[in-house]
């Protein structure tokens, strides 16, 4: 088969900045673990594993050593209890997460309901929260954005990896009920570039496959978007999930990959598809 690969996929700029500074981390030779994982690739984590990079739920897990908190960001009471820890910490947050937290923490400043569009309970969304304050909501629906009755002033900031037009749908909505709205979109250029370009891709192909973790939010993204342009979509993590039955009759698939998905997980799928 003939597989075109989407013209963004793949790791970001935050996931390979977060990578690069763990593995550098390791050199120091001191204990090193990671508040959930760094990433949310299953594959990469269970790699750092194998050279000694382990993960832990919570911070009272560790008792010395380096505490990495991950791209997507925490809460700012998990930094500090790590601190208060005396645990030394790598902070490997993606810029473009802790300027949401800025942009969160500052329309709470001033006086505004803070709205976070976004998955609930990812922990993206939990730290937004949190550096929102008390007078914060997640909303992951427009129809969830129409069930509630607004305060005067709402403040709308998204998690990085939604839809643009997802946002749209609910910073409309949301403007209709209150009397004064402020939006920002906040969705990060890596999860449009990625989404564009599968958009672009579609119409190209017979199938799609996306490539990323079950647990990345913008891999399920990217696999929401491939299954609304109504061609056939597969979403695996690994080259091994594929099934030759899927592309009967098929010459050309098309590939993508979640922010997270490093190359040689992305490389080995090519390889398989175009053995097919
Ligand atoms: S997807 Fe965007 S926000 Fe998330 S780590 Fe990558 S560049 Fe940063």
Redesign the pocket.
Known sequence: MKVIVAKHAGF????KR?LDTVLKATEKGEPLYTLGPLIHNPQVVEKLRSIGVEVVQDVKDVKHGWIVMP??GVPKEVTKAAKDAGLKIVDVT????AKVHKRAESLSQMGFHVVVVGDPGHSEVKGILSAAGENATTVSTPEEANAVEWPERVGIVAQ??QVEGHLRAIVEIISKKTAEAQAFDTI?Y??RDRQQAVMELAPKVEALVVVGGRNSA?TNRLREICESTNVPTYHIETADELQDEWFDGKQVVGLTAG?STPDWIIEAVKERLEGI
């Not at 970001?12 to 996931?15: A, E, I, K, P």
């Not at 993606?94 to 997460?97: A, I, K």
């Open positions: 970001c700029f935050g996931v977060a791209s997507h993606c810029p473009f997460v990085t990896t990060c890596a999860t913008n922010a």
